[in-house]
């Protein structure tokens, strides 16, 4: 997968992902969290600039290891990453439903599926 066309398909999923937000955001359940939402938007987005490169990085490794060893470690870094997130949100504020998660695990599922895509095709490169 070339670099533009990974940036291209990002885009798109970013894009579909917002307008996602957007939708849930105006729920009468989720409103007031607003912050979460787009705060993860932007960061999985991150997350998986970083998981390309490194991934890209890794998929041309003489050592075979090292893809499998890259998504490994970028799967549960950022697992562990969204429950210290859930978690802190929920103490620090406080919300009163759960439906204030739903915005923030369709980032995560949305973004989690595009990776397990691309990182396949990476893993194809020779």
């Known amino acids: ?3 533009q066309q990974f940036f291209l398909q990002l885009g798109i999923v970013t894009a ?14 989720v ?3 607003d912050g979460l939402a787009w705060g993860s938007l932007v960061l999985f987005v991150l997350l998986t600039v970083g998981m390309y490169f490194a991934g890209r990085r890794a998929a041309m490794s003489d ?4 893809f499998s060893n890259t998504v490994l470690a970028f799967t549960v870094g950022k697992l562990f990453l969204a429950l210290i997130i859930i978690f802190t949100y929920i103490q620090l504020t406080e919300p009163e439903g759960k439906f204030f998660i739903l915005p923030f695990f369709s980032v995560y599922l949305i973004y989690t599926i595009f990776e397990t895509y691309f990182m396949m095709r990476l893993g194809r490169m020779s």
Not at 19 to 25: E, K, P, Q
Not at 63 to 66: G, H, M, V, Y
Request: charged share 15%; aromatic share 4%; no cysteine.
């Open 1 to 3: 997968m070339s670099q």
């Open 16 to 29: 579909i992902t917002a307008a996602i937000v957007y939708v849930l955001n105006g729920m009468e359940k």
């Open 31 to 33: 409103q007031g969290h």
């Open 63 to 66: 050592n075979k290891n090292d």
